[in-house]
């Protein structure tokens, strides 16, 4: 058998995984991100984990990948030069959108700028009504004119949203072939290939969102693709070999579908390690999970339910809204990378600007100056001069402290240990306030919940933000610094198809419902077996989008089109959601369907990770590698905090049921993990750390 391989590009570091299926062995690697291509990172990464396998040429069955390239190109705005076509009089619905304010009560808030200027927006003649009936032609002779103005312009791709596409997309699909005659070297995108919903702005917001990023991702994955065939890259990866890229619903698609439909790739990279977060949480029988992941530019935090991952289809990037299902991940300026800084009014903040790859923090010595949260956790010891990032970057204690002390300690007064633990509370207050965002702002509370942190820096934060939301017990996965990676080895692939269909849910309505919900399952197991998925690994799930008549917007409830009673059970299901969701329901209400759904998953086969062998409660000698001063603040040891000797542990040493008590330090390639004083560490048959932390 050959081997299975993953990356995943960070902003700081790019990480990778090659599995072994026979040995059931598992290699990682970091290496630094490559920001001016980064596949040239991707492959060094790959080549490296292949390398401590032992392998060469011709042993690669599978590729994984995960990224932030679509992310960080609507972020930094340097996608395509976009156009948007839509109805005549429609021109501004990208620059109105909704009623909705960034920020309520702020009379200078400034909203961000939509995609696509107005002086690249075109209204043309032509309407469909709400039930798909043409109510005026479209005019071909407009859309001519304004091809020729794009050509002018330079546009390199164009949107197209008409009203009710949703409905007929026959003005859509006419408008395209169109421009596409007229526009032959330009990426064309209509909304109703991607969308097939009601609500105009998120329709035509999601659909120029995916024409903005289509040329960046055909280069993207274009020059990604050929450097893992080119034989010179020695990673051994045949034309024949499946690519596979994460997507933000937290499943897999093959390139070609990323290709035509790039704006799924968005939240790619961190939805990998929220698949892999839930994974191990349930192999230690953890139901209520919310993961952390700490990377070195953002903390990306997520709540898991029952085992799933919470997904949302109201997610924005930027302020401007995707209308897809994603995973709900609430992503926050505070990684490894993030830069400490004193505001105007004195008060110290973090992030959320980033030293990045280049040139990273102080302590990297690579030219960075200013301080960050791994310059703060060096100078207190969470790391030491001996540690080696990723197996490899030494770190400058001297570089760190001096950040620390020019840019904070200076200016505030303080001594540097004073100023680099207030960069960790400050951080630590900010990735609460996140995690508060995806619980307790949704009635859920956090303390029944399992904290999982991830990431490089993810483990070393665990414990301090666990104890400040009262959650009693942590799960630290195995090499969880290029967790994002594994879960491309664990994740299935997956495809979501939905579309508006408007009437009450009542008795006399099953037989059209039905047969819609048919349609679509049968449309989505169409897609899996153009992927090549076998009968037998194929599932597909179908829902309805139900809300109280009246209402603006509705709720997803699973829709057992296959159960003869199926139809009939949904009321007092959708009854149950709202109830769970608000707090209330009104079982004497009417209820309408706004839409169907329909998720079609390819099962693949989850690799058999290694299996520790038992060592008993008590490490061997050779997992403690040395002992290190290292300062903890909080109450339990006295306000100000104090040094205190740790212990440092070798986690590749450590064995199934070893016990570590904190104060300690562990430390692997990927990530280091912090043990509190008070904190007490299992290690799971799995090579997970099972972490008792007082509340």
């Known amino acids: ?79 395509a030069r976009t156009a948007f076509v839509t109805n005549h009089g429609f021109r501004d619905l990208l620059l109105i959108g909704r009623q909705e304010r960034p920020s309520l009560y702020d009379i200078d808030v400034v909203r961000a700028p939509p995609l696509v200027p107005r002086e690249r927006c075109y209204g043309i003649v032509g309407r469909m009504d709400h039930n798909g009936r043409e109510i005026e032609p479209l005019d071909q002779a407009q859309l001519v004119e304004a091809a020729a103005d794009m050509r002018a312009r330079g546009v390199e791709a164009v949107a197209v949203a008409f009203l009710h596409a949703y409905a007929n997309p026959a003005h859509e699909r006419a408008a395209k072939a169109v421009l596409e005659q007229h526009l032959p070297r330009v990426a064309i995108c209509a909304s109703s290939d991607i969308l097939r919903e009601f609500r105009e702005f998120e329709r035509a917001s999601t659909a120029v969102l995916n024409t903005y990023l289509t040329p960046v991702m055909a ?60 994974h191990f949480a349930a192999l230690a029988g953890a139901g209520h999970v919310i993961t952390m992941d700490v990377g070195g530019t953002s903390t990306d935090i997520s709540l898991i339910r029952n085992g799933r991952p919470e997904t ?29 800084w004193i505001d105007d009014g ?65 200016p505030l007064g303080i001594d540097v240990v004073a100023a680099a633990v207030g960069i960790l509370r400050v951080a630590h207050a900010n990735i609460v306030r996140g995690i508060r965002v995806v619980s307790v702002e949704r009635g859920h509370d956090p303390r ?84 090549g998925v076998p009968p037998d690994k194929r599932s597909i799930e179908v829902r309805v989008e139900a809300r109280y008549v009246g209402q603006s917007y509705e709720l997803p409830i699973a829709f057992r089109h296959s159960d003869a009673d199926g139809w009939a059970g949904l009321a007092g299901d959708f009854h149950a959601a709202h109830r769970n969701r608000f707090g209330h329901a009104d079982a004497e209400a009417p209820i309408e369907i706004v839409a169907f759904g329909a998720t079609a998953i390819g099962k693949v086969d989850t690799p058999e990770l290694p299996a520790l062998a038992s060592g008993g409660s008590t490490p061997a000698a050779a997992a403690q590698v040395s002992t290190r001063d290292v300062f903890f603040e909080g109450d339990d040891i006295g306000e100000a905090g104090k040094w205190v000797s740790a212990r440092i542990f070798q986690r590749d040493r450590l064995l199934a049921d070893n016990v570590i008590e904190g104060p300690a330090v562990i430390e692997e390639v990927s990530a280091t993990t912090v043990l509190y004083p008070g904190d007490r560490a299992r290690v799971h048959g799995n090579g997970a750390l099972l972490v008792e932390c007082k509340r």
């Open 1 to 79: 058998m050959k081997v299975r391989i993953a990356s995943d590009v960070g902003g700081t570091f790019t990480d990778s995984i090659a599995y072994d299926p026979v040995s059931r062995r598992i290699a990682v690697s970091k290496v630094p991100t490559t920001p001016e291509a980064r596949d040239v990172g991707t492959v060094e990464g790959l080549r490296a984990a292949l390398r401590q396998l032992g392998m060469t040429g011709g042993a690669v069955a599978y590729v994984g990948h995960g990224m932030t390239t679509a992310t960080n190109a609507v972020i930094q705005r340097s996608g």
């Open 448 to 531: 029944q919940c399992t904290l999982v942190p991830f990431g490089g820096a993810g483990p070393m934060h665990g414990t301090p933000v666990a104890r400040e939301l009262q959650i009693g017990r942590l799960i630290v996965p195995p090499a969880p610094g290029i967790l994002c990676a594994l879960g491309q080895l664990l994740a299935d692939l997956r495809h979501d198809l939905v579309e508006t269909h408007i009437f009450p849910l009542a008795a006399g309505n099953a037989e059209p419902a039905l047969a819609i919900a048919l349609r679509l399952s049968d449309a989505a197991d169409r897609l899996l077996a153009a992927d």
């Open 346 to 410: 004195g008060a110290l903040r973090v992030g959320p600007m980033s030293a990045e790859a280049v040139p990273g923090p102080a302590c990297y010595g690579r030219g960075g100056t200013r301080p960050t949260m791994s310059d703060a956790n060096l100078v207190l010891g969470r790391m030491g001069s001996e540690t080696r990032l990723g197996g490899t970057l030494r770190l400058d204690a001297g570089a760190a402290r001096k950040a620390i002390e020019t840019h904070i300690a200076g």
């Open 219 to 278: 280069s993207y994955l274009g020059s990604l693709s050929a450097r893992l065939h080119d034989a010179e890259a020695g990673l051994g990866i045949g034309r024949d070999t499946p690519i596979m890229v994460m997507e933000a619903a937290g499943g897999l698609m093959t390139v070609e579908t990323a290709l035509a439909k790039p704006v799924h790739t968005i939240l790619s990279g961190p939805a990998g390690g929220v698949v892999a977060g839930a």
């Open 312 to 340: 949302t289809r109201a997610a924005r990037i930027g302020q401007i809204p995707i209308r897809l299902p994603t995973i709900d991940i609430n992503a926050i300026g505070a990684g490894g990378g993030s830069i400490a």
